[in-house]
Antibody
Framework: EVQLVESGGGLVQPGRSMKLSCAAS????????MAWVRQAPTKGLEWVAT????????YYRDSVKGRFTISRDNAKSTLYLQMNSLRSEDTATYYC???????????WGQGVMVTVSS | DIQMTQSPASLSASLGETVTIECRAS??????LAWYQQKPGKSPQLLIY???SLHTGVPSRFSGSGSGTQYSLKINSLQSEDVASYFC?????????FGGGTKLELK
């Protein structure tokens, strides 16, 4: 059974940093691209970043480029999202997702809440 | 960016009814479209990919169709467990973008 378990969320002040982790199990992690998708309270879904199966390629939405870094450790089957210079508009539930070969999201974690507020 | 416009934003239907949700892309996305279901308080779940392929374990009352810029999700014989929000997503070009969602309730 595919499982994705996020951790590391919470309350953070604007301008500060936070790192999210996602522990994967139930599949061969190193064979799949992975992504982070977020959802602001009572809002829709927004893709944040994608990393290729081997970590050699990364992609970001414009609003997080230069502030967020997606990375992975295939030996630990873990995905990360380093978030710097956080803004109030980054407040959201962040979902760890597995990207199928053709870039839709076939499995999702339970989500972790990030609140950026002073 | 490719804009995804979903309609309607909300929908009320009766048990056993057939429901259709539409998604329009701002340009041709060549069937690079997925549909997700999100039940209250839960994470989204994949229903349909490549516009019309059913994901593993999804009931056959769900179906997807469309091409070019116009796509739809149909739910036959609506069940109580189908109460949820539904989102479309294009994966033809970065950034991947989602529709605004359709909230489905029981009448």
């Amino acid at each position: 059974e595919v499982q994705l378990v996020e951790s590391g969320g919470g309350l953070v002040q604007p301008g500060r940093s936070m790192k999210l982790s996602c522990a994967a199990s139930g599949f061969t992690f190193s064979n799949y691209g992975m992504a982070w998708v977020r959802q602001a309270p009572t809002k829709g879904l927004e893709w944040v970043a994608t990393i290729s199966y081997d970590g050699s390629s990364t992609y970001y939405r414009d609003s997080v480029k230069g502030r967020f870094t997606i990375s992975r450790d295939n030996a630990k089957s873990t995905l990360y999202l380093q978030m710097n210079s956080l803004r109030s508009e980054d407040t959201a539930t962040y979902y760890c997702t597995r990207e199928a070969t053709v870039a839709f999201f076939d499995y999702w974690g339970q989500g972790v809440m990030v609140t950026v507020s002073s | 960016d490719i804009q995804m416009t979903q309609s309607p934003a909300s929908l009320s239907a009766s048990l056993g009814e057939t429901v259709t949700i539409e998604c329009r892309a701002s340009e041709d996305i060549y069937n690079g479209l997925a549909w997700y279901q999100q039940k209250p308080g839960k994470s989204p779940q994949l229903l349909i990919y490549n516009a019309n392929s059913l994901h593993t374990g999804v009931p056959s009352r769900f179906s997807g169709s469309g091409s070019g810029t116009q796509y739809s999700l149909k739910i036959n014989s609506l069940q109580s467990e189908d109460v949820a929000s539904y989102f479309c997503q294009q994966y033809y070009d970065y950034p991947w973008t989602f529709g605004g969602g359709t909230k489905l309730e029981l009448k």
